[in-house]
């Protein structure tokens, strides 16, 4: 079993930044594949970056590529999300997940890839 624990939300002003760390318990986590997504009131919860159990691989949805960045420490059980100029557009609740599957290869984007979710994380950016 895999717990996971996000925080570093917060409100900023637009072309601010905020960086995301999600926490993981399990002694097993540092061989998971972790997601970040996100979602907006009244849309439905998007892929945003994931990151293979090495941090060797790193993938990001079209509208962050160029400011958000993923990093992992495996020794710290933690993964983070830089978050660069942000954008109103950005304003959502941030969920980390992780998966044990092969899948994660291939279908990173999917919410149904991953096993374990967090409760979320507000980022909100003003204009």
């Known amino acids: 079993q895999v717990q996971l624990v996000e925080s570093g939300g917060g409100l900023v002003q637009a072309g601010g930044s905020l960086r995301l760390s999600c926490a993981g318990s399990g002694r097993t986590f540092s061989s998971y594949g972790t997601g970040w997504f996100r979602q907006a009131p009244g849309k439905e919860r998007e892929f945003v970056a994931a990151?293979?159990?090495?941090?060797?691989?790193?993938y990001y949805a079209d509208s962050v590529k160029g400011r958000f960045t993923i990093s992992k420490e495996n020794a710290k059980n933690t993964v983070y999300l830089q978050m660069n100029s942000l954008k109103p557009e950005d304003t959502a609740v941030y969920y980390c997940a992780a998966t044990s599957s092969h899948q994660f290869y291939s279908d990173y984007d999917l919410r149904g890839v991953y096993d374990y979710w967090g409760q979320g994380t507000q980022v909100t950016v003003s204009s």
């Open positions: 990151i293979n159990w090495s941090g060797g691989s790193t």
